[in-house]
């Protein structure tokens, strides 16, 4: 990718001063990218994190991102829950999104007064954009007095047409908070229909549901564990909830991938497989040295926009500007604030596979 001139002017050569500047990321991403690769990465992540000083920017990176973004230039890395509280916390003035869209609109409801860049207006996602404000207006009209639980990824028109907000490290906890709120015994949670097949199996709160889906996470089988199983004998298979119901009753652990990375790191397994993005697996890898990772592919087109190229633009030149609506964020605001109120559990939280494996019927809409 070439750069604009003004953007490339910040760039440095691959000196030995770079090199010594960036020798801790090299460490942490040597298995995953080749000395060739690090040549030009290197020059790239020196640059961004000067320019982050100066400009008095921090950089939020999912933990889908690519190694040398999530290692090399994240300030704050994790999951959507993680970031989220860390945009409401950032001492900044600017909040660069390592993510897509809507993650990005989330941290300017969170932080209003702070500039938020995304570096590339097309990173979405097929899970905010499969539900629109409309939908919600009408799901309300069609079960009146019932909770709307809204999962994170969903854009802030969505978010403030609903009560509180949940990502799959909370939803359990937010769907069951909201019940004894509200005095009722089912809740609507959308819009991801496995995510929320998945928090059924878990709670004795009935679940209306929408047909929403993640393109990388709906791709996975039951029988595509079966064979890495066959292939892999003593491997852990740990699941995203975002997969098919079917999967996580295949799968020896499943959670959000705060819960996943938790997991790795504090049971040191020999031999691991993440069914979730591929940039994830590399990320845990990075800290898990001990543990051989095993790694069905399925790539985020949207996350993979991000760049550590387009990073650099976005600070140089101030692009993309994510703005919100005032009175739609103040709204959003209420939604995501009363997630983030909530107190977090003691160790991020997963879904017991036994429940998992048994059905539990939703109201599909």
Known sequence: MSLPAAVAAHLPAFTPEVQAETAAVWEKVRRHVTPMEWRSQAPLIAAINRLKRERRAVILAHNYMTTDIFHGVGDYVGDSLGLAREAARADADIIIQAGVHFMAETSKILSPDKRVLIPDLRAGCSLAASITAEDVRLMRQRYPGL???????????????????????????????????????????????????????????????????????????????????????????????????????????????????????????????????????????????????????????????????????????????????????????????????????????????????????VELI
């Open 147 to 361: 909770p709307v639980v809204t999962y994170v990824n969903t854009s802030a028109e969505v978010k403030a047409e609903t009560d509180i907000c949940c990502t799959s490290a909370n939803a359990v906890q937010v769907v069951e908070q909201a019940a004894r709120e509200w005095g009722v015994n089912r809740v609507i949670l959308i819009p991801d229909e496995f995510l929320a097949r998945n928090v059924a199996r878990q709670t004795n709160v009935g679940i209306i549901a929408w047909r929403g889906r993640c393109e990388v996470h709906e791709q996975f089988t039951a029988e595509d564990i079966r064979e890495i199983r066959q292939a892999h004998p003593g491997a852990e298979i740990l699941a995203h909830p975002e997969c098919p119901a079917e999967v996580l009753a295949e799968a020896d652990f499943a959670g959000s991938t705060a819960a996943m990375n938790d997991y790795v790191l504090t049971r040191k397994p020999r031999q691991v497989v993440l069914i979730t993005e591929c940039s994830m697996a590399d990320n845990v890898a990075a800290d898990a040295v001990e543990t051989e990772f095993v790694r069905p592919c399925n790539l985020c087109p949207h996350m993979k926009r991000i760049t550590l190229e387009n990073i650099l633009e976005a600070l140089v030149e101030d692009r993309h500007e994510v703005t919100v609506d005032p009175s739609v964020a103040r709204r959003a605001r209420d939604a995501v604030q009363r997630m983030i109120d909530l107190p977090p559990p003691a160790v991020p939280a997963r879904y017991d596979l036994v429940r998992a494996r048994h059905h539990v019927d």
